[in-house]
């Protein structure tokens, strides 16, 4: 399981958070928490700081394509490397929090191999008008978990929703999962990701 962070944040971010999922031992999942590459963030006034492509304005507007694209290359380089130690493509799981969960959409809806499943949280879908021509008929029916927290201030609940029609639009059935929460995740939400997790491996 490949576990993309959010914007400022960095790999260890959702280490605490994998014995709260209470996954059996025989399941045997390995989490990879990379770290996204330093780069100025607009939004933030420029600081250079972790994330995975640059923000010029909250809520939409024009998307860092180049930054986008260039960091699902680097999780298509981290699936290769789990692929070189002998991990098929479909016992592979991508997922993100905001930024990190942005990512795992693009990455996952458009890897040639069949995946096991994304989990995008608090997040949406980048570059959606780009996926119909892009997308991969291996992935075409990925198993999609989708969770958002009813008082996102930072993106906000109706953005999520619109990327969650849009992929239902295009035949994706992703499970979404609505919380009373932030920017952020809750016990509830965990307790679903398990039992997903525990569905899809």
């Not at 790999?11 to 999942?29: K, Q």
């Amino acid at each position: 399981m490949i576990w993309l962070h959010g914007l400022g944040a960095d790999g260890h971010d959702f280490e605490p958070i994998v014995p709260e999922f209470g996954l059996p031992d025989s399941l045997a999942v390995r989490f990879v928490f990379p770290n996204a590459p330093l780069r100025p963030v607009t939004i933030n006034m420029g600081m250079r700081m972790r994330a995975w492509y640059d923000i010029f304005q909250l809520g939409g507007g024009a998307e860092d394509e180049a930054g986008i694209r260039s960091s699902q290359d680097l999780l298509e380089s981290l699936i290769s490397r789990e692929v070189k130690r002998g991990i098929l493509h479909n016992k592979i799981v991508l997922a993100g929090f905001s930024q990190g969960g942005a990512i795992a959409l693009q990455t996952g809806l458009r890897h040639a191999e069949r995946l096991a499943g994304v989990l995008a949280l608090s997040t949406y879908l980048p570059l959606s008008k780009t996926l119909e021509k892009e997308r991969a008929a291996a992935n075409s029916d990925l198993p999609i978990f989708m969770a958002h927290g009813e008082y996102d201030d930072m993106i906000p609940l109706d953005r999520a929703a619109r990327s969650r029609d849009a992929l239902q639009a295009l035949g994706y059935a992703p499970e979404w999962r609505e919380y009373p929460m932030p920017h952020s995740v809750c016990p509830q939400e965990i307790a679903d990701i398990a039992a997903f997790l525990l569905r899809i491996l």
